[in-house]
């Protein structure tokens, strides 16, 4: 939800994914301009494909959604990964990481104190 409402405020078009239909609702309310209800990896790569590549990825589930997250992002993209519970390792194309020049940052998303 975060990651939605921060692209928003930066000007930016937002994808938001989720398996919930409540969290889908949820996330068109506060503004994703496209909503991928689906946990299939296949499924949001070929939906968030057709909407095109990305300039960033805000990844908070880690494991094979950081593979995906890099394949959607276009040359020169980022992704901050903030989170593994998808898993705590990630397989990943080296080639399409410096042939594309894309960047993975890791963060905490912030401390609340």
Do not use: W
């Not at 040359?75 to 903030?82: E, H, L, Y």
């Amino acid at each position: 939800m975060a990651g939605v409402q921060l692209v928003d405020a930066l000007g930016g078009h937002s994808i938001g994914t989720t398996t919930s239909s409540a969290k889908a609702d949820r996330l068109a309310d506060i503004g994703a301009d496209h909503v991928i209800k689906s946990s299939v990896l296949d499924e949001i790569q070929e939906t968030a494909a057709e909407i095109g590549e990305a300039d960033a990825v805000l990844n908070h589930l880690g494991g094979e959604y950081t593979k995906l997250g890099l394949k959607l992002l276009r040359r020169g993209g980022r992704m901050a990964v903030c989170g593994g519970t998808a898993g705590g390792t990630s397989e990943i194309n080296i080639q399409r990481l410096f042939f594309g020049h894309k960047h993975v940052i890791g963060s905490t998303m912030g401390h609340p104190t």
